[in-house]
């Protein structure tokens, strides 16, 4: 990665009915060069939305690249991986830490209808997730606009230590100060 590369780390500190969704812009070398927040519904379909909102807020025309911690940040609230790539005009990469046999046993306990039929139409879109070893840790990654093997690199290339690339990491600590800022402040 060049060392003015910079990538959007999206990540959520949840409540009982708003979500603060935040966004690092870390470069490569691992600085913090930029935050912004938004907000989606717990248990809503308005993630993907939030996403492209707080890219376009960000007017960031040097981040090359999405990585979101997961892709139901929100209860469900499931993220078009596609659907925001074409959004941004980036690729996306999701990352989740914890292997699991997915989310459409979930989906189907919790949502019927419309509900569930919207929720697994996005589920069943997303690319397949694939294992990545990183310093002994297991990451679960999907990408869009960037291939697999890059894909991994790029997990890679920012996971300096922990197990948690360094975007995410620091927008999960972003989104939960903020959260408890704005229920402090209510």
Request: net charge negative.
């Amino acid at each position: 990665m060049k060392p003015g590369s910079r990538t959007l780390g999206v990540a959520v500190s949840a409540g009982d009915e708003v979500a603060r969704l935040a966004g690092a812009i870390v470069r490569a070398d691992g600085t913090l060069d930029g935050l912004g927040y938004v907000t989606c519904r717990v248990g809503g379909t308005d993630a993907t939305t939030a996403i492209a909102a707080l890219f376009d807020r960000l007017d960031r025309e040097d981040v090359q690249r999405l990585l979101l911690a997961g892709v139901a940040p929100a209860w469900f609230n499931l993220v078009d991986v596609n659907g925001l790539a074409e959004a941004v005009d980036r690729p996306v990469i999701a990352v989740s830490f914890e292997s699991s046999p997915g989310l459409e046993p979930a989906l189907r306990e919790h949502f019927a209808g419309d509900a569930l039929a919207e929720r697994l139409a996005v589920y069943r879109s997303l690319p397949p997730r694939r294992r990545v070893a990183v310093d002994g840790h297991d990451l679960f990654v999907r990408s869009v606009g960037v291939d697999a093997d890059r894909a991994a690199e790029i997990v890679r290339q920012h996971t300096a230590i922990g197990g948690r690339p360094e975007p995410v990491r620091v927008a999960g600590i972003a989104a939960s100060a903020h959260r408890e800022a704005v229920e402090r402040d209510e």
